[in-house]
Each structure stands twice: as C-alpha cells, then as structure tokens.
C-alpha cells in the first residue's frame, strides 16, 4: 500500500470483494461518507417509492443499476449506516451478476460518481482506525481468508476473537502505570522519593517474561498449524516410500519404481486428516549416493527431516532384521535434532512376509506400525497417529502465536526486560530504568496496535486482498 488513508481523509472507496473473474454472483464495497450518493445515482429500487437515501439502515433492496437509461443489471443493495458496519463508516454492499463486464461497469460507475479504488487491504485498515478491531484481530482476517483446514480456520477464529490480545494489554497497562511513576520520580529526583515500587515492578517483569516467553515458544506449533505440519517420508531407497505417499494422498503423486534412487528430489503435498492439514515430504533414499544430483538428494533429505515436526521411516520388514530397523532408525536420529519430533517406524512389505520377524520384542517401547503400501493395508493407523500427534489442548489454546511479525516483538520486549531486570539488579538510577522500558511498551504496542505508523501498516495490510 504505498499512501496510507488517515482519519481525516474522506475519500469514498469501492473494490469488488469476492474473486475476480467470472461467477454466479459478485460482491461490490463501497465505503465512505459518500458511499449512499454515490451509490444513488445509478439505482433504481423495484417499488421505486424506496429511495437509497431512506432506506432504513441494515436492509437489502432489490432494484435496478442504470447507466443514463442502460440497463446494467438487477442488484441487491445492502446499506450499513456508521458506526455499524464492517468499515465502522457508511457502506454499501451491491450484489451483481458475476459477469466480469458488469462488475467493471458498476465499478466504473461508482468512480465517476466520485469513489476512488480502495487499495489492498483498505477496508479493513479503515475498520482498525475506526476501532472495529484491534491491530492483531485485524490481521487475523488475512489468516482467516487463507485458511484452508479447520485447525487453521479456528486459529485464525481465535485471534479474531481477541487471542492473547487482553492478556499484552492487561500487562502493557500495568506497565505504564508504573513507568508513568519512574517518570514522576525524575521530577522529584533532588527530593530521593521512591514512586514507582521496584518490588512491584519486579513482580510484573516476571509475570511479562513468562508470559511472553510462552507464546515465543508457541509460535513453532502455531506457524506449521497455519501452514500444515509436516511430515517427512524417510529411508533407504526401494523400501516403499513413495507408494507410502500415493497411498495416503490416494493418488498416483510420486514416481514408483523398482530402480533406486528413482526420488531424487522432494515431493510435497497437502491433506487434511479431520481437520488438521499435513504437509507431506517424500525424500530421496538415504544410502551412499553415486553420484553428484543423488547426493544432492540426500543432503535435502535430511534438511527436510530437520524441518519436520513428523518423520516415517519406512522400513523394508520383508529384507531387513529387527536390530538393522533400530540401528538405522539411531543413526538417523544423529543426523538430526530429535528434540521436537516424533518418529514412527513404517514397516512396510508386510505383504511380502509369512511369519513374524525375529526379536520382535526388541521393538516394544517404538513407535512402529506394519503396513503394505502396495495393497493400501493399514495406511488408516498411519493417518491415525498423525492426527493424535498432534495436541488438542494446543490447537485450542488461545495463546497461540501464529504470526512472525508478533513474534518478532515478543523477541524484542523479552530483550527489553531482562534489561529491565538488570538495571534493577545493579540499582541503576531512575532514569536509566525508564529507557530500558521504553522499548519494551513500544514492542508490546506493535502487537496490540497502541503503537503503529505509516510504514507498519502499510506493511500488515498491503498483503490483504483488494476489496478486504
């Protein structure tokens, strides 16, 4: 967005809201104080008596749009008087026929009626400045749009719904208060009067540190539940990986083939298991490369490991004895960090064996499953035991942080802090301890929205949608 609307401009803005191209139906805003006029003067209501201008807010009118005397369509218009409406100011909704002609003919209408086109992101800009949202709600609406699992679509519902909104702000309140009194004790800094309780403040940069610390952490699970957990399909070539992959998919997606090494490269995909969406990675065989682009491979397959939360390792049960399974799965567990992964042992091929495999107690205590790819056998506990992988009591958790833009300042105000409490430690003097909190309230301010500029939201909101 590169000119940010303020308060005081009264431009009347109209995009078309739903997607472009052509459809059953399109949906065209119109937001400002001249939004009825503007929309008036091509409108014709089927009773006629009804003018736009008195039609009772919150209603719907069907009617004809004209330009002179063309017919342009039959519309339904909805009329929103401020403060209630999305944008917190006039607006009005027309429902067209989807044709693309149509919805650039109204839209041409309504700028020569005096509208200009609204830039991406500037309807919901206006409902922010207009205290319809907070600035984090705000960009829960981007994240809502994009949703495409349920586990995204009810975090994207939290946020919108304040999230950890009123816990930053309770503690940023608090905060000031007390950085308001420090401030005070400056002016009285020649009579050495204590306003500000360093107890007190101790207390709440403890609180804050926890907290904030918290939703740091959270944001790993938060960031892959937006964007799908992954999962990494890993092991020896020919042991079934990619028939793995079009079994869960249900689709022929990767290349099988008897010759190993036929993978070389990963392959992604998207499936949603009641509700939570899996990002499925089907790596190269791990085994001594012969050549450069296979080694290549393998080197990926590993980085794709490290950035799992998931990892099947799929296994040959047919070719390979219980202690060669544990002594690959180890070795596969020094090449990577474990420290926030589950692994399950695939043992695929059951199809190909007649009798249970030796030392099979040496696997109690794994998580193993015994599939056959080829014949889809059990894929169903596969798809199981990734969905129970993941925690509920997370995916519910109103403290999820899901955006890296609010991460990034709970970095910032947990720096800030141990400052805070460091200064505190070496009885540093007043005015010392008020700079080290200053950038802690502005960073804690940057989520809440209490602290914004041009740039800011430019930068949040010139990723929406025209027409959101």
């Given at each position: 967005?590169?000119?940010?609307?303020?308060?005081?401009?009264?431009?009347?803005?109209?995009a078309?809201?739903?997607?472009?191209?052509?459809?059953?139906?399109a949906?065209?805003?119109?937001?400002g104080?001249?939004?009825?006029?503007?929309?008036?003067?091509?409108?014709?209501?089927?009773?006629k008596?009804?003018?736009?201008?008195?039609?009772?807010?919150?209603?719907?009118?069907?009617?004809?749009?004209?330009?002179?005397?063309?017919?342009?369509?039959?519309?339904?218009?909805?009329?929103?008087?401020?403060?209630?409406?999305?944008t917190?100011?006039?607006?009005?909704?027309?429902?067209?026929?989807?044709?693309?002609?149509?919805?650039?003919?109204?839209?041409?209408?309504?700028?020569?009626?005096?509208?200009?086109?609204?830039?991406?992101?500037?309807?919901?800009?206006?409902?922010f400045?207009?205290?319809?949202?907070n600035?984090?709600q705000?960009?829960?609406v981007?994240?809502?749009?994009?949703?495409?699992?349920?586990?995204?679509?009810?975090?994207?519902?939290?946020?919108?719904?304040?999230?950890?909104?009123?816990?930053?702000s309770?503690?940023?309140?608090?905060?000031?208060?007390?950085?308001?009194?420090?401030?005070?004790?400056?002016?009285?800094?020649?009579?050495?009067?204590?306003?500000?309780?360093?107890?007190?403040?101790?207390?709440?940069?403890?609180?804050?540190?926890?907290?904030?610390?918290?939703?740091?952490?959270?944001?790993?699970?938060?960031?892959?539940?937006?964007?799908?957990?992954?999962?990494?399909?890993?092991g020896?070539?020919?042991?079934?990986?990619?028939?793995?992959?079009?079994?869960?998919?249900?689709?022929?997606?990767?290349?099988?083939?008897?010759?190993?090494?036929?993978?070389r490269?990963?392959?992604?995909?998207?499936?949603?298991?009641n509700?939570?969406?899996?990002?499925?990675?089907?790596?190269?065989?791990?085994?001594?490369?012969?050549?450069?682009?296979?080694?290549?491979?393998i080197?990926?397959?590993?980085?794709?490991?490290?950035?799992?939360?998931?990892?099947?390792?799929?296994?040959?049960?047919?070719?390979?004895?219980?202690?060669?399974?544990?002594?690959?799965?180890?070795?596969?567990?020094n090449?990577?960090?474990?420290?926030?992964?589950?692994?399950?042992?695939?043992?695929?091929?059951?199809?190909?064996?007649?009798?249970?495999?030796?030392?099979?107690?040496?696997?109690?205590?794994?998580?193993?499953?015994?599939?056959?790819?080829?014949?889809?056998?059990?894929?169903?506990?596969v798809?199981?035991?990734?969905?129970?992988?993941?925690?509920?009591?997370?995916?519910k958790?109103?403290?999820?942080?899901?955006?890296?833009?609010?991460?990034?300042?709970?970095?910032?105000?947990?720096?800030?802090?141990?400052?805070i409490?460091?200064?505190?430690?070496?009885?540093?003097s007043?005015?010392?301890?008020?700079?080290?909190?200053?950038?802690?309230?502005?960073?804690?301010?940057?989520i809440?929205?209490?602290?914004?500029?041009?740039?800011?939201?430019?930068?949040?909101?010139?990723?929406?949608?025209?027409?959101?």
């Amino acid at each position: 967005m590169n000119t940010l609307y303020k308060l005081s401009d009264n431009r009347t803005i109209c995009a078309l809201s739903t997607a472009p191209g052509i459809s059953a139906i399109a949906l065209i805003r119109i937001s400002g104080e001249d939004s009825i006029n503007i929309c008036h003067k091509n409108f014709i209501s089927a009773s006629k008596e009804k003018n736009l201008k008195d039609l009772k807010q919150n209603t719907i009118v069907f009617g004809k749009f004209f330009d002179e005397d063309e017919l342009i369509d039959e519309v339904l218009i909805s009329k929103f008087i401020a403060p209630h409406s999305y944008t917190g100011e006039d607006m009005i909704e027309i429902s067209c026929h989807g044709s693309i002609y149509i919805q650039q003919k109204i839209i041409n209408l309504l700028i020569k009626n005096g509208a200009v086109y609204a830039s991406p992101g500037e309807f919901t800009l206006r409902a922010f400045l207009n205290g319809k949202f907070n600035l984090s709600q705000a960009e829960a609406v981007a994240d809502l749009i994009a949703s495409n699992s349920k586990s995204s679509h009810d975090l994207a519902i939290s946020q919108m719904r304040g999230g950890y909104f009123k816990t930053i702000s309770d503690l940023r309140t608090k905060l000031v208060d007390l950085a308001s009194l420090l401030e005070l004790e400056l002016d009285f800094s020649e009579e050495d009067v204590e306003f500000a309780n360093r107890d007190s403040l101790k207390i709440l940069l403890n609180k804050i540190k926890n907290e904030v610390t918290a939703l740091i952490e959270s944001f790993k699970f938060g960031n892959v539940l937006k964007n799908g957990i992954p999962v990494a399909i890993i092991g020896n070539p020919n042991v079934g990986k990619s028939t793995l992959l079009n079994a869960i998919l249900n689709e022929e997606k990767a290349i099988v083939s008897e010759i190993p090494g036929t993978t070389r490269d990963a392959i992604e995909d998207v499936i949603s298991i009641n509700g939570i969406s899996f990002r499925f990675i089907d790596t190269a065989g791990i085994r001594e490369a012969e050549n450069d682009i296979e080694n290549i491979g393998i080197t990926r397959t590993y980085q794709k490991a490290n950035q799992a939360f998931i990892i099947l390792y799929v296994v040959d049960i047919s070719k390979s004895s219980i202690d060669e399974i544990l002594e690959s799965v180890n070795a596969l567990k020094n090449q990577i960090d474990t420290s926030d992964k589950r692994i399950f042992i695939i043992a695929n091929k059951t199809d190909m064996i007649e009798e249970s495999p030796k030392n099979f107690k040496n696997l109690i205590g794994q998580d193993i499953i015994f599939i056959s790819a080829k014949r889809k056998e059990n894929i169903n506990l596969v798809a199981n035991v990734l969905f129970e992988s993941v925690s509920f009591d997370k995916v519910k958790d109103n403290s999820l942080v899901s955006n890296i833009r609010h991460k990034e300042a709970f970095e910032n105000v947990l720096s800030a802090v141990f400052n805070i409490e460091a200064a505190l430690e070496n009885n540093l003097s007043t005015d010392l301890i008020a700079i080290d909190i200053k950038p802690a309230l502005y960073n804690l301010g940057l989520i809440t929205g209490e602290v914004t500029n041009d740039e800011i939201l430019g930068n949040i909101f010139g990723k929406f949608c025209i027409g959101k």
